[in-house]
């Protein structure tokens, strides 16, 4: 079993900053992949970056550029720096975990862009 705690949403006017945090406990050893996924009303959720144990990064071209994942695997804890925001980056924003075939989703934390 894996937990995920994100924290760091929020309101923000477009073209600002907000980094999102990912605290994971339980079986952490195990987490090959961790991510950032994200849900805007009336859509599906989608992906948005993810980094393996190893560090390797892969980002949704709507976010190249502009927003950064980075892990702290001392603290268990992922990253999601954001960029550059833009109104359409509105979304509910969860950490995923996964471990073998099993997908571990955070409870999700809202951010907003707006004016």
């Known amino acids: 079993q894996v937990q995920l705690v994100e924290s760091g949403g929020g309101l923000v006017q477009p073209g600002g900053s907000l980094k999102l945090s990912c605290a994971a406990s339980?079986?952490?050893?195990?987490?090959?992949?961790m991510g950032w996924y994200r849900q805007a009303p009336g859509k599906q959720r989608e992906l948005v970056a993810t980094?393996?144990?190893?560090?390797?990064?892969n980002y949704a071209d709507f976010v190249k550029g502009r927003f950064t994942i980075s892990r702290d695997n001392v603290k268990n804890t992922v990253y999601l720096q954001m960029n550059s925001l833009k109104p359409e980056d509105t979304a509910v924003y969860y950490c995923?975990?996964?471990?073998?075939?099993?997908?571990?989703w955070g409870q999700g934390t809202q951010v907003t862009v707006s004016s």
């Open positions: 995923n975990a996964v471990v073998g075939p099993v997908n571990y």
């Open positions: 339980g079986n952490i050893f195990s987490i090959y992949f």
């Open positions: 980094i393996t144990s190893g560090g390797r990064t």
